[in-house]
């Protein structure tokens, strides 16, 4: 019997991540994995520290179903400190197993079967498997080319909208491109989302890790938005710690317990230890992550400048972890053939962007390409891509 023929329906499209064929093809090759966006360093050494103790001090039971008091203020009090949002912590606060099930807890908590999830394509994955276990209807957004850019399609935006729409999912600093949505492309959502009674989800992971001196402006920030917006942010990326699953959502008491109602029967509850060390974090060490986007900054310029040399057109990256390349200057049109061969022939992986669209054919070429490594990892990816 077939695999297939056992998995939901709705599911089966999701049964193979991109992720795992990439990983296990630089296994085989010896590759560099510049595929998959996780950092190859540790977070900062109090965090690490603040963890190990609370493992000693005895924080191993069933921690509370909402979060670690100490996080759910130092949450509140961040986002207060950096975009003057104000958060009950007790209300308006869920602690979560990463950005995945607070994403998760949303959409199945607020959707009822065929109401429509609009997201941006191309699209982080966990999207749309979500929407399908949540019997929703993906409608999706395309980003379009903007210089060296990408802004949102503006017509498409528009006519995403309509009567069964329930959630956008809003990602800005965006996966795959690392584009940062402009203010009017932030503006245009808000105004859309007033007009039809969407509800935001706004996944920004990616929140502190901006280039150039770019800044990041929350959607629920805008007027009108803050009482119809849920706000995601994790630990993962912020503080290079994605093995932990910590990550939290904030937004009006009615938003945050239709997502506690789905979310405590998900994993009923987030793991212990590494709560209150995720509170040290967010309260005494926004200096390293500073200093980490700032190295971040540097990473893509190594990589960007050898893709460059070696003749890929280079997407602007304006944040997050990633750089998206265009190999057609070297006669390669197919981004997913290319992205098989690229570990055999260089010892270098990278995925595919058109997995993440559902109309793949204005991303068929692209290719992605993590920088969240070492300095002496990026130079020798560098070093084998100058080879093609
Ligand atoms: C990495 C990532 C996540 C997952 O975050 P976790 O906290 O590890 O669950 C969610 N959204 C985007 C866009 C990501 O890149």
């Keep these: 019997m077939s695999f297939e023929s056992r998995t939901a329906t709705r599911l089966r499209p999701f049964m193979t991540t991109i992720f795992a064929e990439m990983s296990a093809l630089a296994v085989e090759h010896g590759a560099i994995n510049l595929g998959q966006g996780f950092p190859d ?58 950005a995945t099930e607070a994403i998760a807890g949303a959409v199945v908590g607020l959707i009822e079967p065929g109401d429509e999830v609009i997201m941006i394509e191309p699209y982080y994955d966990a999207y749309a498997a979500t929407v399908a276990m949540a019997s929703g209807v993906r409608r999706v957004v395309p980003l379009v080319e903007d210089g060296d850019g990408f802004r949102l399609d503006r017509e498409r935006l528009a006519d995403a909208f309509g009567p069964k729409s329930a959630v956008f999912i809003v990602n800005t600093p965006h996966n795959p491109t690392g584009t940062v949505l402009s203010d009017d492309d932030i503006a245009e ?65 009615e938003l945050i317990a239709a997502t506690k109602t789905a979310k405590q029967y998900m994993s009923y509850v987030g793991s212990g230890p590494f709560q209150p060390a995720v509170a040290h974090a967010l309260d005494n060490e926004m200096g390293w992550v500073r200093a980490s986007a700032a190295a971040l900054q540097d990473k893509r310029d190594m990589i960007t400048a050898a893709l460059l040399d070696v003749g890929f057109d280079v997407h602007r990256s304006e944040a997050t972890y990633f750089v998206c390349a265009d190999p057609r200057p070297l006669g390669v049109d197919d981004g997913i053939e290319f992205c098989r061969s690229l570990p055999e022939r260089i010892g270098v992986a990278a995925v595919p962007v058109s997995v993440f669209a559902d109309d793949r054919e204005p991303w068929h070429h692209l290719v992605r390409f993590a920088f969240a490594k070492r300095d002496d990892v990026i130079a020798e990816a560098a070093d084998r891509l100058r080879k093609l």
């Design 189 to 253: 959502i808000a105004r859309l989302c007033i007009e039809f009674d969407v509800i935001a989800v706004c996944d920004e992971v990616y929140e502190h890790l901006l280039f150039d001196g770019r800044t990041h402006t929350p959607l629920a920030t805008l007027p009108g938005m803050r009482e119809r917006t849920l706000r995601i942010s994790s630990a993962a990326k912020t503080f290079n710690c994605t093995g932990w699953k910590v990550g939290w959502i904030s937004g009006p008491p």
């Design 41 to 98: 360093t540790d977070g900062p050494e109090s965090m690490l520290e603040a963890a190990r103790r609370a493992i000693t001090d005895g924080h191993n039971q069933y921690p509370p179903g909402i979060g670690v008091p100490e996080l759910r203020h130092a949450v509140a009090r961040h986002q207060r400190e950096h975009y003057e949002l104000d958060y009950d912590p007790d209300r308006e606060v869920l602690i979560t197993v990463g």
